[in-house]
Every structure is written in structure tokens, then in C-alpha cells.
């Protein structure tokens, strides 16, 4: 049996640590435990007992007439598709651009040394899902042009459903606070009916407005927040493409590793200069 390859040993100490999966966001936690808790204290600390907020007929009003509102504006694969990426918000990938970088470039010494074909086997070895799908295309391409467009039509599909999935979540939190408002109205109505007895009243009115906090909290605290998290999420995966995508175009150019690596480090996050 031969030894592996020298280049084949370097593509597989890179792939074992190139993309990790994270078990949770650490950021994502700590923001919804801050909003929270921060609200909770807040209400607190005006003296009123947390029970009073605690409104079952508000609660249905807000989250139902969210809801249904979101399924009449957004189609259904659309939605699924956008709670998904909401759920796995908690849960994000963790690339390392370095050692993409330096696994681009072990690729592309393959294919200058060995020709394109020797990068096949190793397709499946890559650690990133956009860098296999790059490299398989770079194995089938005909020409560079061919490869160059299809990489940028899976680019550009790409961050436009992260832009409809940060949407769906945008245009519920536009409707929340107005909702919230219905249950406003809804609640009184109730007290109208009750015009009688003013401490009814006085408490009905309290109770009444607890709708369009609900309304506003589930907007500024959750869906608009994520909204905006889905989009930095796709915008940092486009760059981490798009750098890919440049390794892709190096290694269909035949061009040398260390101008490949100045490409590249173009990518990665450099620190502010003071």
C-alpha cells in the first residue's frame, strides 16, 4: 500500500478543523437573556406585580393575529423555510477563513502539480458544503466562463433566499405592534361595557394596553432582531463564498499558490489599524 501524499496530508489536517459546528451561539443567547431579563426588571421595578402583564386573551390576539398574518403574506415554502433558518439562529458555523484559505490553496497545488482530475478524489474530504460544490464543478467545468457563471448564479440565489427569509420575519414584525393595537382596542371595548363600576374601569384600561406591549416586544424583541441576524448571517457566508469562488477561479487559472494566497487574504478579517 502506497504512503498518502504530502498534499493529501496537508488537505486532511486542514479539513478537521476548517468548519465547526458550534453547539450554541454564546451571542445569540446572551442578547435574547439581556432583552429579557432587562424587560422583566424594568417592569418590575415599577412596583406593579408581573401577573398583571400576564394577559391570556392579548397573548392570543398578538401571537394568533401575527401568525395568521404571516401565512397569508408568505407563501408556504417561503415560511418553512424562513423558520427553519429562525431556529437555527442558535446554531451557526464557525468557519475559519485562515485555514479555508490555506485548504483552497492545498487544492489548488493539487491540481497545478497533479492536473484537475487529482482534486476529484479529495472532493469529499473538503470541509466547507460551498467548496465541494465548487470543487466537483471545477472537476466538470468545460471552460471558465461556464464555471464563473454557474458559481454566481448559486451566489446570487443564495443570498436572495437569505434576504426573503430575513423578510418574512421583517414584514411579521411590521404587523405585530399594529395587532397589538387590535387587542388594544378589543380590551376597551370590554371596559365600555363595564363603564359602571370605575375600578373595573381603571383596571381594564391597564389590562387593555398590555396588547400592544405585547405587540411591540415580540417586534423589537424577537422578530426584527432575528430578522437582522439572519442578515449579517448571509452576508458573512456570501463573503466566505465569494472568497471560494475566487479560490475556484485561481485553481481553473492554473494560477500559483502564493498569488492565490494574496487574493485571498483579502477575505479574512483584518484588524483595525490604530
Not at 487529482?118 to 468545460?142: G, H, T, W, Y
Not at 411579521?172 to 405592534?177: D, K, L, M, T
Not at 381603571?202 to 389590562?207: E, L, M, S
Not at 430578522?227 to 452576508?235: C, E, G, P, Q, W
Amino acid at each position: 500500500m502506497s504512503s498518502p501524499s504530502p498534499a493529501g496530508t496537508e488537505l486532511t489536517t486542514l479539513t478537521a478543523g476548517s468548519d465547526r459546528r458550534t453547539p450554541l451561539d454564546g451571542w445569540v443567547l446572551a442578547g435574547i437573556a439581556i432583552a429579557v431579563i432587562t424587560t422583566i426588571a424594568g417592569v418590575a421595578s415599577t412596583g406593579v406585580s408581573l401577573r398583571y402583564f400576564l394577559q391570556p386573551t392579548a397573548a392570543w390576539i398578538v401571537l394568533g393575529g401575527t401568525a395568521g398574518v404571516t401565512l397569508v403574506t408568505t407563501p408556504r415554502d417561503s415560511l418553512r423555510h424562513a423558520v427553519r433558518r429562525l431556529l437555527g439562529l442558535a446554531r451557526q458555523s464557525a468557519t475559519n477563513r485562515e485555514e479555508l484559505m490555506d485548504e483552497i490553496i492545498s487544492h489548488v497545488k493539487i491540481a497545478r502539480v497533479h492536473g484537475m482530475l487529482a482534486v476529484e478524489p479529495r472532493i469529499k474530504q473538503a470541509s466547507n458544503e460551498f467548496l465541494r460544490e465548487m470543487l466537483a464543478l471545477a472537476v466538470d467545468a468545460k471552460n471558465r466562463a461556464e464555471f464563473q457563471a454557474t458559481l454566481e448564479i448559486k451566489l446570487r440565489l443564495r443570498e436572495r433566499q437569505g434576504d426573503a427569509d430575513a423578510k418574512v420575519l421583517e414584514v411579521a414584525g411590521g404587523f405585530a405592534p399594529a395587532i397589538g393595537v387590535i387587542g388594544t382596542v378589543v380590551g376597551l371595548i370590554d371596559v365600555l361595557r363595564q363603564f359602571s363600576d370605575m375600578s373595573s374601569v381603571a383596571f381594564g384600561i391597564g389590562a387593555a394596553f398590555v396588547s400592544t406591549m405585547y405587540g411591540l416586544a415580540l417586534a423589537n424583541l424577537l422578530l426584527l432582531p432575528a430578522a437582522h441576524r439572519i442578515r449579517a448571517s448571509v452576508a458573512e457566508t456570501f463573503e466566505i463564498e465569494e472568497m471560494i469562488v475566487e479560490g475556484g477561479l485561481a485553481l481553473i487559472d492554473h494560477t500559483h499558490p502564493s498569488l492565490v494566497r494574496e487574493r485571498l487574504i483579502c477575505f479574512l478579517h483584518q484588524e483595525p489599524r490604530p
